[in-house]
């Protein structure tokens, strides 16, 4: 397999020692390539660090690339955020931070019963019956949006006609749909654009007075949210072997008491993975925002837009704004990069 | 990990197992436990259906009617398909649509091949095994679709056309997803070879991910700044500083592209990773020893395994591009002109406007584009994935 005499010089470079390694100069164009890529990642956000510390003459006297070098750091936009706008700086932080959290915890709470439900229990809700339920929810929309109906007695009057047909006629039907079509049609929610619904939403929170409030961007962001989660924790529960809760159920544990105490402390990982991203999804989203909150209930990535000042954007306050906004994600995700992977990972493959 | 797991299963079930069973709320656990199927899946069911179910029915009533605030309150008036036809037809259509030119030589190629490419899809499923008469009816619908959203493209950027906010969203999701898909492939495969040090680039690739897109939004305003911006002296070497991205139509699509393949790569890229990475070694290595060159190994071990995973990626990708809006947003303002606007940032302006109506006409014409083409992908997927495991 040895080259000739003459030949051996070149070839080094283009032979693996083993098939199985690539070659010398394959390896060279390969980290090239990914040390190009590395640059095109890190090149913005470096950016944005060293824009934070620029006086505005640093910014506008064309591009300086070194701190100390080309420039001298000043701390005046971070002074300008943290002191001098500490008011308006905070209280979106505060906002943001409330509403991720308390939104995620709640859609990894009704997400992780629902996918348990999905994955353990059978469910063969009957078709005619959502055929009525439909008819109904359409009646009471008609009439609220019709008639003028108040929209209290409109709901309960809908509610109280499908639980009757529902007992009464909807004994009758038989086909029915199973657990993977439910699952279906909570993951096709995704395929929703929001800015389908989210017109209605604005208007039902005027009509229940919680416009304008931390409340309805919580609500708003578990129903968005809730598919993925019930998605990614029914895999995760099916995942889980069946004997543990058998022999729990034998031992005449409720179904609540076995999901407590023992299904969940299981899944741990996975209710990590799906909180991680539920957080992430939530901190970063600006469409429902920026349709449903105002001045008090402002999130971060609105102030951030806000900043297209009268006077032309200033970058070195803009800087500082996106890296108080970026630094928490990245160094969860820097830390806690495997479970983020993963709850990404039983999305898209199994989906 | 998996014993530590066990353990805290078993001490669970000791702890469950010793639950004291008489207790003052039994009666009503007892209930509970009844209907414990229920129970657990009801919430999230009603809070899905409350929050997309209802506002979705109602988004259609408010699609065709016309909306106008009154003394006290506001008057909603049914106006039947009026909204939907001025976007198709009326003084929207600019706007939605855009406007058409006048068909060049190449965009007549462009249609053929088009017509021509989509009948012989059509022919080869007629004749293939299992064709059935309904499966053929929808793959015609799907195709006359595509054929006109083709056409739509094709009259839009032809001659004096300019396109609307429809063409520029399937521009996005079209081009952007795809170039996404390759970069990120092309990256996956770079870091699934056994280089030292990739653990620190897969590290940082995932990066992007996580920023907030109205952040990368200004950072990309602060990179394309053709004066002030750090990439100055290669515009200055091209003699193009007079320009800027942002006043040309192309450019600012291409800048919106740009941010948007930016946070969007490393999805594809750790997923892409992954399924690469859990395929069987051994067919690989294998080939390996036996001589293939690695373009055969990727193009008949590797790309079969990892067909499926690729179909999935692209279908959640395609469906998240259409609701595009910040990059828009921020980075161009939809400028210039219309010339970078999103369907979500089209129905965002109507609605800033107080046409409520022609919002939600533009986010249902959205909602049927997007189950349209995801239906289309769903039925091209099927057919790839069996063949992929057979």
């Known amino acids: ?351 | 990990v998996a014993t530590r797991d066990d353990q805290a299963a078993l001490a669970g079930l000791a702890r469950a197992s010793a639950a004291p069973r008489a207790r003052p709320w039994s009666g009503l656990s007892q209930s509970l436990d009844r209907h414990a199927p229920a129970v657990f899946i009801m919430p999230a069911v009603l809070v899905v259906l409350a929050m997309s179910i209802f506002p979705l029915l109602v988004s259609l009533y408010l699609s065709l009617s016309r909306f106008k605030f009154v003394k006290g309150g506001f008057e909603l008036r049914f106006i039947g398909l009026l909204n939907y036809k001025k976007l198709l037809l009326g003084s929207e259509q600019f706007h939605f649509l855009g406007t058409f030119g006048a068909l060049s030589a190449a965009g007549w190629a462009v249609l053929g091949l088009a017509a021509v490419g989509l009948c012989a899809l059509l022919v080869r499923h007629a004749r293939g095994a299992g064709a059935t008469l309904p499966g053929l009816f929808w793959r015609a619908l799907a195709c006359a679709g595509a054929f006109l959203l083709i056409l739509l493209i094709v009259l839009t950027n032809s001659g004096d056309g300019h396109p609307g906010s429809l063409v520029v969203t399937l521009f996005y999701v079209g081009i952007g997803v795809l170039a996404q898909y390759c970069i990120g492939l092309g990256l996956a495969l770079l870091c699934a070879q056994n280089l030292p040090g990739r653990k620190f680039f897969r590290v940082v690739f995932f990066l992007p991910m996580m920023i907030t897109p109205v952040g990368i939004a200004y950072t990309f305003r602060m990179l394309s700044d053709t004066t002030k911006g750090p990439f100055t002296p290669i515009w200055q070497y091209f003699g193009w500083t007079e320009t800027s991205w942002l006043v040309d139509p192309w450019g600012a699509r291409l800048a919106v592209m740009i941010g948007d393949a930016w946070q969007w790569i490393p999805f594809m890229f750790v997923v892409l990773l992954v399924a690469i990475e859990s395929q069987p070694q051994d067919q690989r290595e294998a080939a390996l020893v036996d001589g293939a060159s690695r373009w055969q190994v990727f193009r008949y071990v590797t790309w079969p395994a990892i067909l499926p995973v690729s179909a999935t990626v692209l279908l959640i990708r395609v469906i998240e591009a259409f609701k595009i809006i910040d990059l828009p947003n921020v980075l161009t303002n939809g400028g210039p002109g219309i010339a970078s606007e999103s369907m979500t940032l089209h129905a965002f302006v109507a609605w800033r406007a107080l046409d409520l109506g022609g919002s939600a006409a533009v986010a249902y014409m959205l909602l049927f584009v997007v189950v349209f083409v995801c239906m289309s992908m769903l039925a091209l997927v099927r057919p790839a994935e069996s063949e992929a495991r057979p």
Not at chain 1, 202 to 223: E, M, N
Request: glycine share 6%; with cysteine; aromatic share 12%.
């Open chain 1, 1 to 351: 397999m040895s080259a000739p005499g003459q030949r051996a010089g070149r070839s080094w470079l283009l032979r693996p020692r083993s098939p199985l390694d690539p070659a010398p100069l394959s390896m060279a164009v390969s980290y090239a390539l990914l040390g190009f890529w590395a640059f095109v990642v890190l090149f913005p956000l470096y950016w944005v660090l060293i824009t934070s510390f620029k006086q505005p003459i640093d910014v506008n006297d064309g591009p300086f690339y070194l701190m100390w070098v080309d420039f001298q750091p000043s701390l005046h936009a971070w002074k300008y955020i943290f002191v001098d706008l500490a008011h308006d700086t905070f209280r979106p932080y505060l906002n943001t931070v409330i509403v991720a959290l308390i939104s995620s915890a709640l859609a990894l709470a009704l997400g992780s019963m629902a996918g348990y439900g999905l994955a353990r229990m059978h469910y063969r809700p009957r078709l005619g019956n959502i055929a009525l339920f439909a008819g109904c929810v359409a009646l009471a929309v008609a009439a609220i949006v019709g008639a003028g109906l108040p929209w209290s007695i409109a709901v309960a009057a809908a509610l109280a006609l499908f639980l009757l047909l529902a007992q009464t006629v909807g004994r009758r039907f038989r086909r029915a749909l199973g657990n993977d079509d439910i699952a279906f049609w909570m993951i096709s929610q995704r395929i929703l654009p929001p800015v389908a619904v989210v017109i209605p939403v604005y208007v039902l929170f005027q009509q229940i007075g919680l416009r304008d409030s931390l409340a309805a961007l919580i609500i708003t962001y578990v129903a968005v949210n809730l598919p993925i989660v019930v998605w990614l924790m029914r895999d995760s529960f099916q995942a889980i072997p069946l004997e543990l809760e058998e022999s729990a159920m034998i031992d005449g544990a409720s179904r609540f008491t076995i999901f407590r105490k023992v299904v969940l402390p299981i899944a741990r990982p996975s209710l990590a993975s799906a909180f991680l991203l539920m957080l992430i999804l939530t901190w970063n989203e600006y469409l429902l925002a920026l349709m449903l909150s105002t001045a008090d209930t402002q999130t971060l990535p609105l102030l951030i837009a806000a900043q297209n000042a009268t006077r032309g954007p200033q970058w070195w306050y803009m800087s500082v704004l996106i890296l108080i906004m970026i630094v928490p994600v990245v160094a969860m995700a820097v830390a806690l990069e495997r479970y983020i992977r993963r709850g990404m990972l039983i999305g898209a493959v199994k989906g």
